[in-house]
């Protein structure tokens, strides 16, 4: 077994760990379907800049002093978890009589690393993690959904008495569904049942969607409402909640972390929010979106506004009990596409599973480096001071329409670059750094092989799953050399590996020019390029590309990445492309933003495609279509009314506007006119009102819910602006005099696209530079262990 990727205890079957009590923890292990536990002996721990600081401390400690020179020389391990924090005052303290600044907390000083999640903490000192030896379909997990209902149809409060859970939806990975409802049971009764069924199905995970926003924090109001406790722990405990600074959550759970002792919890908002970030392809987080995003088949999905809830329930609460069971269903089904990378990720890091499923790459990162630095009784560094003075290559030098597109680009560039120079932390004394990179990279190749070689979908899937977790760890080594907290962060070497990314790009776009082809855009770690005449056709532009590569270093493989019919480039990553099948994709918010409505997202897709095909006309009927669509009041509400994110409480919003701390929001403004009762987290939709264009928004707004499609009462000219505005970013690919004519309203004479013509533009050099140990037998615990390093 990999010691340095795996850790080094091969206990296989674990499937959660929970703290016992002050000095042990618990393990469940699950074995041929069936979940029994163990208990070990922990010793909380945590490392000091100089072991002196301890020095006086009362109650039973153990010390060590490790190997090498970095920051923290001494680690320190403790009988119970509370002498442990007794230990961390005790120290604050002493360090506080004589320093020129006074600390309150560990965090705010240096001269003491703590990891405070005490499952991390014996994960890193055991060698154990999750789910060894075990296959994803092994993993036991339910999903779970609520409907609630607000008294007279407004939105629903958890507070409030007379508002009500009417429907829980729940199923699990083993196809198994059942939904308590409200028609015949009190809410009381349904919040038994629940707690029953979970012990039944007794699952090593609980997945929401929107589980820590909403579901979560509704049920836990509504079991103390009634003078229940949530009992939902493997063992029977409670559910625990914290807030963000690990004291005890308010009464209304607002941004509290949850806990359920020897189970994990996996939010999948969360998990979408995450693979969007770095693949900037989901049109939003809705069930209905990720879906449709997934290719979930909705030919039977039923759709039932938030707010026409109560109104379902009172018509058809049957149809509302099988809306709840879809939601749980989707959320098993995205759950299935966005969960098995974590899985894999949780058999290598010392991290719970629920942990790793919210936490950044570069905790992931960290916690193997730390361990193997625990393992081998070695100094830990502190974070390095200073900043990043070179970044990725990025330009543009074709603006227009281009046809015949190739996209080249250099595989795992930065990972490829630190593995050919050797490159990495100066402060990685062991050399771990790159011992797991080449152990991820080696790793996920051999995952690869055996995904292709394989003729079973259940095997591929599984293969793909744990490529990708080992694909996203060894993209994030770059990353965290550049982290500003990180342990073995280091400016200098990450900028080593940027400034040789750009200089293989630019080599790259010499060859290009050198055989006559024309570079579009080029960024970070590929670029997009029209090839020479002479090369023509599939196989020939494979071989070209591989021409081109062939001159770079050994290590660093350029790939043909992409073949384009068509390429619309508009600015620095913000182009769209049309393959040789007709697929349209579109890349960057200056061509179409997150925050646009409905219809101008619409209608920039559909102009897109109208350039792409060069059908002048048809962008000029497009644009007449949607003016008339907007003046004669012929869409809905969702085409135009705007969704944003509340991210802070009505209280919160209220003081800062009152302090001048901020401006006033339309989305708060409008929750707090409607009457919404809502927490951080929660989404509003509005429309904006009024007759002219430029009217105050905060003081000319709607509910969404609230626009009568008899009585319309939208701001015509403002959406007229809002379409205009998004017009205008065609701008670039014409003539003054032709963009006019093809955008305007005035179709009196008629229009003609006779001698229209996209334009094409160059745009500066391409030659141009981007911007820039002997252990002593009185320890008897894990810091006694003797190893084998050979």
Known sequence: MDVVLYGHNDTPGIVAVQQLDEQHVRMYVRDHGKVSYNDAEFFPFFFLSSGGLIDGFPKRFWLKELAGTNFYRTIVAFQRWNDMWEAVRFVLARHNKTAVRRVGSYTESDILLLRPDPVTQFLMQSGITLFKGMEISDLHRLQISIQTLGKGGKPSNASKTEDR??????????????VIHGRKHSEPEMLADLIRLLHERDPDVIEGHSLFQHILPYLLKRFELYGMECTIGRDGSTIKTSSPRGAPAEREFENAFFEVPGRHLVDTLMLAQTYDFSKRSLDGFSLRHLSAHFGIPDQQRITIPREKIHAAWAEDPGRVCEFTLQEARETRTVSNHLSPSYFFMAQMCPLSYGTLCRTGSAIKIESLLLREYIRQKHSVPKPQA?????????????????????HADIESLYPSVMLSKAIKPSTDALGVFQVLLRDLTSKRLEAKRSMQQSHQEETRASYDALQSSL??????FYGYLGYA??????????????TAGQEYLRAIIKQVELYNGRVIEVDTDGLFFTPPDNVRGSEQEEIFVQKIGSTLPEGINLVLAGRYKKMLSYKKKNYALLDYDEKLSIKGSALISRSLERF???????????????????LHNLYSSFRKDITSHNWDVLDFARTETLHDSLEQYTLETREERRKPSAAYEVARRGGLAFRSGDRVSYYVTGGASGVKIIDNCKLAEEWDPNFPDENTAYYLDRLDEASNKFEVFFEPEDFKRIFSADDLFGFSAEGIKIINRFKGSIDQPPAEGEESSRFGIWLDDELDLE
């Not at 694909?471 to 994030?476: A, D, E, F, M």
């Open 471 to 476: 694909k996203i760890l060894i993209n994030s």
């Open 386 to 406: 200073g900043t990043q003075t070179s970044g990725g290559y990025t330009d543009v030098f074709q603006t227009g329409l281009l046809q015949g597109v190739l």
């Open 165 to 178: 859970i009417v429907a829980i939806g729940l199923g699990d990975s083993t196809g198994w569904e059942e």
């Open 600 to 618: 101008a997202k619409s209608y920039l897709h559909l102009c897109m495609s109208r350039l792409l095909g060069e059908e002048i006309e048809g």
């Open 485 to 498: 907290r990180g342990l073995f962060n280091d400016y200098p070497r990450a900028d080593e590996v940027t």
